[in-house]
């Protein structure tokens, strides 16, 4: 089945810097790969999201960036803020395919120092 | 539009009981995941459920069951609670399998 890594575990930066998360995925299959904001206490949010035919998306701040042959996508965050910590995870699944079911990273807990 | 609800919030039980889980989506929502959220493994994959359909279950043990209603509406079920239970569960929905979910809150489950 699919497996999804993702690093680093923890990341902290200053106020206004960037930060970057990576995820790899093992099922070449995967072709939907969504990111999730978990802030203390609350529910995930899906943030962003892409799809395996699209090498990048962006969204104000954010963007992912999808990478099919080695397997990988990214998160960049640009110009952060203190309301940006938390907790993120990227995830992968098959739309259509018998594994549609979302397979989670173990997260990043972000903290940005203002 | 309403979004996910799940309950209850929290729920204390004691090893060996039993518990149930209810969850209903966003309205027009037919798929409904579980996911099982501790601090040391993450977001893990319980139960996907499309059309009252078990489409796909995670690596948990037969104790750990649920089931979908017409009106999409999901419970899941343990039996014979184990302190490892102690938990986090979250339910989310989607217009179909595998796309943008939308989680509900959860319900914080601790057995003593």
């Known amino acids: 089945g699919e497996n999804v890594e993702q690093h680093p575990s923890t990341l902290s930066v200053q106020e206004g810097d960037s930060a970057v998360i990576k995820c790899t995925y093992s099922?070449?299959?995967?072709?939907?790969f969504p990111w999730y904001k978990q802030e203390l206490g609350k529910r995930p949010q899906l943030i962003i999201d892409i799809r395996s035919n699209v090498g990048e998306k962006k969204d104000q701040r954010i963007a992912v960036t999808l990478n099919k042959t080695a397997k990988h996508f990214s998160l960049h965050i640009t110009e952060t803020q203190p309301e940006d910590s938390a907790v993120y995870f990227c995830?992968?699944?098959?739309?259509?395919?018998?594994?549609?079911?979302?397979?989670f990273g173990k997260g990043t807990k972000l903290s940005v120092k203002p | 539009k309403a979004g996910v609800t799940q309950t209850p919030r929290y729920l204390i039980k004691t090893r060996g009981q039993q518990v149930t889980l209810s969850c209903s989506p966003i309205s027009g929502h037919r798929s409904v995941s579980w996911y099982q959220q501790t601090p040391g493994q993450g977001l893990q994959f319980l139960f996907e459920?499309?059309?009252?359909?078990?489409?796909n279950k995670g690596n948990f043990p037969g104790r750990f069951s649920g089931r979908q209603f017409s009106n999409s509406r999901s419970e899941m079920n343990v039996s014979t609670l184990e302190l490892g239970d102690s938990a986090l569960y979250l339910c989310a929905s989607s217009l179909r399998p595998g796309n943008g979910y939308t989680f509900g809150s959860g319900t914080r489950l601790t057995v003593v």
């Open positions: 459920y499309f059309s009252e359909t078990q489409r």
């Open positions: 099922d070449s299959a995967s072709n939907y």
């Open positions: 995830a992968a699944s098959s739309l259509g395919g018998s594994q549609g079911n979302l397979i």
